[in-house]
């Protein structure tokens, strides 16, 4: 034991370690009563958080529930039980019981959340929380710096502090280097915790990480305490815990522990270490047994007897009886309930309520003026809108903000918001969209409500995984818990002449495709406007797709529609009426449809045009109300043909209106491939006026 563990116990009172030997037995019990209840089949999974506890139990003994902010990783079930979570709550997770407080039987068991505790629902992507926590400590930084933002938080305290555990796998995944990099920057109290068992899996650290050890590397992080200790010695833990959490309370920036720790019962019960560990190494772990070594420093101090140690533990056994038994008596959760939580159960973005009118003045305006000036109406009426991103600043140093005209965006979407509204409300941050995203959840999660941009719709993909599995998904998973609800605004799409491959692409239909997400395309700068504005004011996570071949067209400018302006979601726009037949389309081939249409009308072809506006959730009462009328539809879009977003209208079509058709549903859209450099390249790929008169007439023909 180490000089420092010395002094430590030397500090400690014995109710310390005998509380923490208590716990510590508690969460090895429930480990093993529930590898027990997966084999009787009565869970349907288990990872165990065994040789992790002491490192668990010792940092959450300086911390507070319900006042800090927790990140745990799957291995924190004795973190868990000392903040407060009981053995009870956890068995209902490990059955699915309806009143499991992580999910209620939606996750596996060990994935926590508890909303009292403020343990915020974990997902399955090993890596991703680190970026919500950074987030959740960039919440409580904005409430420190906007006072009229921290009056309306649900909790929010000057010291209060965010910490995050994952292991040394986890620590190989980008967003970990992210939220370490924004972190430090700008010194945010979060508190990380490596619990470094040596194995991913089955992957060694020094095949995980450059040269084995994660305190080594992220030494040169400014601002940043890193401090080591083993994770399996109690005292130790404790100390080194209480300095890191000292400091972040402090203001003094990030810490990091490093906390080398055992994984004795293999990765899962899915796993069998033995077949890749070498026995002597298991041996030489068994050693470092937490359980086990505070046992004996318990016997070696004489701070319980062999006799209260007994009673102690049947004490605790019996109380795990006690738990598992009222766990296995609770209602499952309900099959028809598997829906349920998916969108907000309170506010509906499709409702009246969000049907306001237009009280225009001024002069028309271009779609980049009127989303500017909705972002610019919502931040002044609501302190927590927020809106960060690359470039979304006018200058990154407020010092040097008055001596130049400002940037604003790449499109000037943003321009004088930083200005107008300050540093602390709009700023920039690293090109790193994972972390932008990431961050934003975490935010969105104590109440603010980012506005975040992704600069072009092309660069996206590092943020999937954050909008895929975390975003979408974390107010389905908590059933209601917790949510996320912000919005991504995204420009998107080609007609540019020159965007090219990496700046002109579409692909809104895999959003579209995410159960938990509102994704909606303006073609008109009103439509901007009001759509924006309901995607703030929803409480849903909002994918809002800019086509930046609309943004400054003269056609399709409008005044200044009032502060309230808002357009439901599911709302699609009749943009010409008709009897011929029926084009359903959205973005930028909106206009370009009713222009390439227009000389049909002597030929006596009377398209009927909708523009979506709104893709999840779409109009199919406007669309199935105007094919019953045309019995012919053409589905037009700017993305690739095969799995768009036009193969799922055209199907239901063809299956709910079958009998109306006189005509095959036919769709038009990209060719499958990519949006080339030249401006003869890229008309090659896209639809084409030529083609959409072609395809109308076929079908009027029909
Ligand atoms: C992003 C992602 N990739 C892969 C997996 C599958 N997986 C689950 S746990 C795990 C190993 C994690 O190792 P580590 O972070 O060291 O934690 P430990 O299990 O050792 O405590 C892997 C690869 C996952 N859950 N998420």
Request: aromatic share 8%; net charge negative; charged share 25%.
């Amino acid at each position: 034991m180490s000089t420092v563990t010395n002094h430590v116990v030397k500090a400690t009172k014995r109710e310390l370690l005998v509380g923490a030997y208590r716990m510590v037995y508690l969460s090895r019990r429930v480990d093993d009563k529930e590898i027990q209840l997966k084999r009787q089949n009565r869970a349907y999974f288990q990872i165990s958080g065994v040789g992790h506890e002491t490192i668990g139990v010792a940092a959450a003994l300086h911390l507070k529930a319900g006042y800090d902010w927790f990140y745990p990783y799957y291995r924190d079930r004795a973190f868990c039980l000392q903040l407060g979570v009981t053995p009870y709550e956890m068995f209902l997770a490990s059955v699915g019981a309806q009143d499991d407080p992580n999910s209620g039987g939606r996750q596996m068991p060990s994935h926590w959340g508890h909303r009292r505790l403020h343990i915020v629902s974990e997902s399955s992507p090993t890596g991703m929380q680190v970026l919500h926590a950074v987030g959740s400590a960039e919440a409580s930084h904005y409430f420190s710096l906007v006072k009229e933002a921290a009056e309306l938080a649900t909790s929010f305290h000057s010291d209060e502090i965010v910490y995050v555990s994952l292991g040394d796998g986890a620590s190989s995944e980008g967003e970990f280097w992210e939220s370490l990099n924004w972190a430090c920057g700008r010194e945010l109290p979060v508190l990380f915790v490596v619990e470094d068992n040596g194995y991913a899996i089955s992957v060694p650290v020094d095949v995980q990480t450059a040269g084995g050890s994660i305190s080594r590397l992220v030494k040169g992080f400014p601002h940043l305490l890193v401090l080591e200790c083993d994770g399996t010695d109690f005292p130790e833990s404790y100390e080194v815990a209480g300095k890191a959490v000292e400091y972040v309370r402090q203001r003094k920036g990030p810490a990091l522990i490093h906390a080398h720790v055992i994984r004795p019962y293999s990765h899962s019960l899915s796993d069998d270490e033995r077949l890749y560990k070498p026995e002597s190494l298991r041996q030489q772990e068994a050693r470092r047994d937490p359980l086990l070594r505070l046992g004996n420093l318990l016997r070696q101090e004489r701070l319980a007897s062999e006799e209260e140690m007994k009673e102690m533990e049947a004490e605790v056994d019996g109380e795990i009886r006690e738990a598992v038994d009222r766990a296995l008596a609770a209602a499952p959760a309900p099959p028809d309930t598997v829906m349920r939580n998916l969108y907000s159960p309170t506010v509906d973005p499709t409702s009246e309520h969000f049907d306001q009118p237009a009280k225009f003045h001024g002069e028309p305006k271009t779609m980049v003026d009127m989303i500017n000036a909705a972002l610019r109406d919502e931040m002044a009426r609501d302190p927590r809108v927020v809106v960060f991103g690359e470039d979304v600043a006018d200058c990154s140093h407020e010092d040097e903000l008055a001596k130049v005209k400002g940037k604003g965006g790449v499109f000037k979407v943003t321009h004088g918001l930083q200005r107008h509204f300050g540093s602390a409300r709009c700023y920039n941050c690293p090109i790193a969209e994972a972390s932008i995203v990431g961050r934003a959840i975490g935010m969105a999660v104590r109440g603010l409500k980012p506005v975040v941009e992704i600069q072009f719709f092309d660069y996206i993909w590092p943020a999937m995984m954050q909008i895929r599995d975390e975003l979408t998904t974390l107010r389905w998973r908590s059933d209601n818990a917790f949510s996320c609800p912000l919005v991504i605004r995204v420009p998107i799409g080609g007609y540019l002449a020159g965007g090219a491959i990496y700046h002109s692409q579409s692909g809104e239909s895999i959003f579209a495709h995410l159960p938990g997400l509102r994704v909606v395309i303006p073609s008109t700068a009103l439509d901007a406007n009001g759509l924006l504005r309901t995607a703030i004011r929803s409480d849903d996570p909002v994918l809002f797709l800019e086509p930046k071949h609309l943004y400054r067209q003269t056609y399709n400018r409008a005044p200044y529609p009032g502060r309230d302006y808002m357009i439901p979601f599911g709302k699609a726009k009749l943009v010409q009426e008709g009897t011929t037949l029926t084009i359903v389309t959205y973005g930028s081939l909106v206009h370009r449809a009713v222009q390439a249409l227009k000389p049909l009308e002597q030929e006596g072809i009377q398209p009927e045009i909708l523009d979506l506006r709104s893709l999840q959730p779409y109009d199919w009462e406007l669309i199935a109300a105007s094919v019953k009328k045309t019995n012919r539809v053409l589905v037009l879009h700017e993305d690739c043909v095969s799995w768009g977003y036009g193969a799922e209208i055209a199907a239901r079509i063809a299956d709910e209106l079958f009998e109306f058709l006189d005509a095959p549903v036919r769709r038009l859209a990209a060719k499958d491939g990519y949006i080339p450099y030249h401006p003869a390249l890229e008309d090659a790929v896209l639809p084409q006026p030529a083609e959409i008169v072609r395809a109308a007439r076929a079908l009027a023909e029909f």
